[in-house]
């Protein structure tokens, strides 16, 4: 399917009303958009949750309790489903959306800390940082983000100043780990390049990181702990973006 489905056809999908054809062409939107297709499988798990619920008893029909009308104030919550997606992904460690399993949702997270560091910040780069079709919880002012990021965290840094390199402030997102809430603060410049900076409390057993850096393919995410928070800033790996954050950093930490 090449066109983009409408809410009818995506709830007609989750209600198994499509015929083949056209099941494939929502399944195959699907396959190339995950945001979408993370928030039609909670849909899926809600319907399935609604059905178990309702097993067995004769009831009035109710329009409140429709699936369709259900699933449509779930869709105005949408950017509220990218968070929990992003949070899902940070707390598997992995980057692919679309070979999630329903076991996976509930599996428990293991006990250290598995790959390299600050993986999640990447990740939450490449969701949000990267792309300019998701609106961000809180849009960047005159003044900045710095009293959004003082009021959702105890004590922590201040932002750099990247606006010597052309870099602004643009917006910012509130995530979430296993260890507590986490923030990504989005800077971008003229040309539409993002920097993102980014805050998480310590993984587990509290493991606070050393400065470092590390890439994974386009992009190098640069990294240390302050003040009881891990911290990363995530640009494309290049020579003149790095640049931009390492002399940021080096006026703020």
């Given at each position: 399917m090449n066109t983009h489905p409408s809410e009818d056809d995506l709830h007609a999908y989750v209600d198994g009303l499509l015929d083949g054809e056209r099941r494939a062409g929502i399944e195959a939107w699907l396959a190339h958009h995950p945001e979408r297709a993370v928030e039609v499988r909670?849909?899926?798990?809600d319907a399935q949750q609604l059905r178990a619920s309702l097993a067995g008893a004769a009831l009035t029909p109710n329009p409140a309790l429709d699936p369709a009308r259900l699933r449509a104030g779930l869709a105005r919550r949408r950017s509220r489903r990218y968070a929990m997606a992003a949070a899902l992904l940070l707390g598997l460690g992995a980057g692919g959306l679309g070979g999630w399993q329903a076991r996976e949702w509930t599996r428990p997270a293991p006990v250290a800390m598995a790959g390299p560091p600050m993986g999640d910040a990447i990740a939450a780069h490449r969701l949000f940082a990267a792309r300019h079709d998701l609106q961000p919880d809180r849009?960047?002012?005159?003044?900045?983000?710095?009293d959004w990021l003082d009021a959702n965290f105890s004590a922590p840094m201040r932002l750099p100043d990247l606006r010597a390199s052309g870099f602004r402030q643009t917006g910012a997102r509130l995530l979430a780990t296993e260890q507590g809430a986490a923030a990504l603060v989005v800077y971008e410049n003229a040309a539409g390049?993002?920097?993102s900076f980014y805050i998480r409390p310590p993984g587990p057993q509290r493991h606070l990181l050393p400065r470092g850096d590390r890439r994974d393919g386009e992009l190098l995410a640069q990294y240390w702990s302050r003040g009881g928070y891990?911290?990363?800033?995530?640009?494309?790996s290049d020579?003149?973006?790095t640049d931009v954050v390492k002399r940021a950093l080096a006026d703020s930490i």
């Open positions: 909670a849909w899926q798990q849009v960047a002012d005159d003044d900045g983000l710095q390049a993002a920097i891990n911290y990363a800033m995530v640009s494309r020579a003149d973006s």
